[in-house]
């Protein structure tokens, strides 16, 4: 059933097409196989208006639309993650950062070239010892005779081989200020001393996230995300509306892989067989179904309703952590039921598109804010006292 946002469900329409036209089942599993998906779908998707919904409308776009953003992702997850992450790369990574923080000329130079699906970017915070406690960042920017120059590690870069520039989280003081000095820096993935590596994952196939070294990275002053006052400003700019929106991706995603899987789940039960009748009539098989499309709905209606607020600007610190808490923890469960309880041993098997769901769910709980930390987001935020 559609949701009752008529212009936002307008662009769910059109994702579906695009998938239906672009990445069919069959082309999946094979890409999916070669770990591997075709740069020229950023291409079709900005052809078919998908990239607009976060580019300003002065630099061609139709806005920053983030329920209609969120609807799309959710449409791509559940086909393929790997389109999710693909499409993230331009909106999330790149737009939505370059509308709200880039100075005016990097609006300019980045802008347009997003919308038409020319430039990708990835987005480089967590590092080999840093996870979840962000201000501990210690790859490093320091200004020398009018250029920046960025050395340290960045782990867990997804789509890294693929990007034109990396949105590279960077210490530009002393490691004590934590917060006080950090800075964002738009580096050029073919800069000299830019060295990526892939790390071999269990899921995401398609989507692939990479190490990546930064050796001394020497760049112009203007590659300073915000420029002057951007400098030592990061922390600001990864938190607010930035961190509503890193956590809301995440969700989106996870919410449209529980989708996929259980419309997958239920179209199977109604085709197995067993004990003389099809699976759907057994009362274990329909109540596991019954619980996952209930939590399911509980999920979208808590996803739309953060995307909503942050749309609007509306506080939502609270709304989307919990959002990403719940929608995660409860998408990977509701993939899991369907794979156990009603796929049963096909739901393990390659051939069914359930085993790449069930591979692609498990890290919806950690990335994007750990559902640990949304749980500290939240008491904390509500103000809950220690002692
Ligand atoms: C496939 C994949 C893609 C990713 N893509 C990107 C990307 O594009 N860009 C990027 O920057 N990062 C990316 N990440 C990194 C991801 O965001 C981190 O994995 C995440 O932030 C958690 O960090 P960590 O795994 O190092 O866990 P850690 O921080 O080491 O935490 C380990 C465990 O301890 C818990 N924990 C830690 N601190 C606390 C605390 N204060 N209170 C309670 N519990 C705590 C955590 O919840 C977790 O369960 C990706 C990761 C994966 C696996």
Redesign the pocket.
């Known amino acids: 059933m559609a949701f009752p946002f008529a212009e936002a469900e307008l662009y769910r329409a059109t994702a579906r097409k695009f998938l239906d036209r672009e990445c069919p089942l069959d082309k999946i599993a094979q890409w999916e196989d070669q770990d591997h998906i075709p740069r020229e779908l950023i291409c079709k998707m900005a052809d078919a208006g998908l990239l607009a919904v976060t580019v300003p409308e002065e630099f061609g776009g139709m806005g920053r639309q983030v329920l209609a953003m969120s609807i799309i992702l959710e449409e791509f997850a559940a086909r393929w993650s790997a389109v999710a992450g693909l499409y993230n790369m331009s909106v999330g990574?790149g737009s939505l950062h370059m509308g709200s923080k880039g100075t005016r000329e990097q609006q300019a130079q980045y802008l347009p070239k997003l919308l038409r699906g020319e430039i990708l970017f990835?987005?480089?915070?967590?590092?080999p010892d840093?996870?979840?406690?962000?201000a501990a960042v210690k790859t490093c920017v320091r200004r020398e005779r009018g250029k920046v120059v960025v050395k340290g590690a960045?782990?867990?870069?997804?789509?890294?081989a693929m990007a034109d520039y990396i949105l590279v989280?960077a210490r530009s003081g002393d490691l004590a200020s934590r917060r006080q000095n950090l800075s964002f820096i738009i580096v050029p993935r073919t800069a000299p001393g830019v060295g990526i590596q892939q790390?071999p994952?269990m899921?995401?196939r398609g989507?692939?996230?990479y190490d990546v070294r930064l050796d001394n990275v020497e760049l112009e002053e203007s590659m300073i995300l915000g420029g002057e006052a951007g400098w030592n400003n990061g922390w600001s700019m990864l938190a607010g509306p930035s961190l509503e929106i890193e956590k809301l991706t995440p969700t989106m995603i996870a919410l449209g892989l529980a989708k996929g899987a259980l419309a997958e789940a239920w179209e199977y039960s109604q085709q197995r067989l067993q004990g003389g009748k099809r699976i759907c009539g057994h009362q274990a098989v329909r109540h596991v179904l019954a619980d996952a499309q209930t939590q399911w709905k509980a999920c979208q209606l808590m996803a739309y309703h953060g995307a909503l607020k942050v749309e609007q600007n509306i506080e939502s610190a609270v709304d989307t952590s919990m959002a990403k808490l719940f929608v995660s923890e409860s998408c990977k469960n509701i993939v899991l039921s369907c794979q156990q309880y009603v796929m049963g041993a096909y739901g393990y098997a390659k051939g069914f598109q359930m085993e790449r769901f069930v591979r692609d769910i498990l890290?919806f709980p950690?990335?994007?804010?750990?559902?640990?930390?949304q749980?500290?987001n939240i008491a904390n935020l509500m103000k809950l006292p220690r002692e």
């Open positions: 990574y990835a987005y480089g915070l967590s590092e840093v996870g979840a406690d962000l960045k782990r867990w870069t997804s789509g890294a989280l790390l994952c899921g995401m989507g692939p996230t890290v950690i990335v994007g804010g750990s559902v640990a930390i749980r500290n």
